[in-house]
């Protein structure tokens, strides 16, 4: 190599590694703790004091069997559990759900906190559910981004003290399971164009079959609909901390999963599936899509969570338990 091209090629790596060092992956981390966190007139107030929305749909019963704690998905808000809340609402199970860091109404729209914030978050929320209704069960439900949060938690260092989780369409799609070309190009723009927007137009991915649910998704203003390169990899990092702990997970768990899932692949989900324990509940489902808990057919996987709640070891009345 001559010595003009060795100081060119040591310029544009100086160029490179400048750019990438300039332009790191936001992360929106919280602040320090000021105070304790509380669940106050519809907001959850975490310990750096930030307002996170919560929503809530309660039995109209005087004994309550279970309670859930729903974990949305991702560019989606606690919203996504009005429909599944009503119907376990009145099978005695009362469900509470927030809106992630940066997501739906909460601060920092569109930028990615991490996972250590997301679960922090779901350990300090359990606690003050707990309070409120103490000596009974409680379960995290987490759909998509939030199976991948509940996964990553119960099996942390702090975990929330749960009973069990409820994983739907849980988002596990490491980079193991993607394609090199997918790993390089979110690494490259990630470190270059954090920043820049993508919409997902033109993939023509359909999450549901229940085509006025997700128009009215697209109406909905507190719904993400362009996403930062950044919080596409923060997600990722996250999907990979959850395929990688899953082995860990001893709690009792139910996941639901449906064949015609067009945005996490079934490879990475049945490679998280091998991993965990032999215990845990499979519930297939022929005619399912992402959103298992708001599709047409909704009401088989929502049945499936309450006969498992009551008895996680009494038959699943919808759900198969194996892959088609």
């Avoid at 070309?181 to 979110?186: A, E, H, S």
């Avoid at 109406?219 to 990092?237: C, E, Q, S």
Wanted: one cysteine or more; a positive charge.
């Amino acid at each position: 190599m001559s010595r003009i091209t060795t100081i060119f090629m040591s310029g544009l790596l100086a160029v490179l590694l400048l750019l990438t060092s300039a332009c790191l992956p936001l992360v929106n981390s919280p602040g320090k703790l000021v105070i304790q966190p509380k669940i106050e007139r519809g907001f959850f107030v975490a310990g750096d004091g930030t307002r996170l929305p919560v929503r809530s749909w309660l039995p109209e019963v005087a004994r309550i069997r279970a309670v859930i704690v729903g974990l949305h998905g991702f560019n989606d808000y606690s919203n996504s559990f009005t429909s599944p809340g009503k119907y376990l609402s009145r099978h005695g199970i009362a469900v509470y759900a927030y809106d992630q860091r940066g997501f739906g109404g909460a601060p920092g729209r569109g930028l990615w906190s991490g996972s250590d914030a997301y679960a922090g978050d779901l350990g300090c929320f359990v606690k003050e559910v707990r309070k409120r209704h103490p000596a009974v069960p409680v379960y995290v439900l987490g759909e998509s981004m939030g199976g991948a949060v509940a996964i990553v938690a119960v099996t942390g260092d702090k975990p929330p003290d749960v009973d069990g989780v409820i994983l739907v369409a849980p988002a596990v799609w490491g980079r193991e399971t993607m394609p090199w070309y997918q790993r390089w190009l979110l690494a490259l723009t990630s470190h270059t164009v954090p920043w820049m927007e993508l919409t997902g137009k033109g993939l023509h991915i359909i999450p549901s079959d229940n085509i006025e649910m997700c128009r009215a998704l697209g109406r909905d203003p507190l719904v993400i609909k362009a996403t930062r390169v950044d919080a596409v990899y923060g997600l990722t990092n996250l999907m990979d901390e959850a395929l990688s702990k899953a082995g860990k997970l001893k709690l009792p768990a139910l996941v639901q999963y449906g064949k015609k899932d067009q945005v996490i692949p079934r490879e990475p989900t049945l490679l998280m599936l091998g991993k965990m324990s032999k215990a845990t509940r499979k519930a297939f489902y022929a005619e399912g899509y992402h959103m298992l808990l708001r599709d047409l057919q909704a009401e088989k996987p929502l049945a499936d969570i309450v006969a498992w709640v009551t008895d996680h070891d009494n038959p699943l009345p919808n759900g198969r338990d194996n892959f088609f």
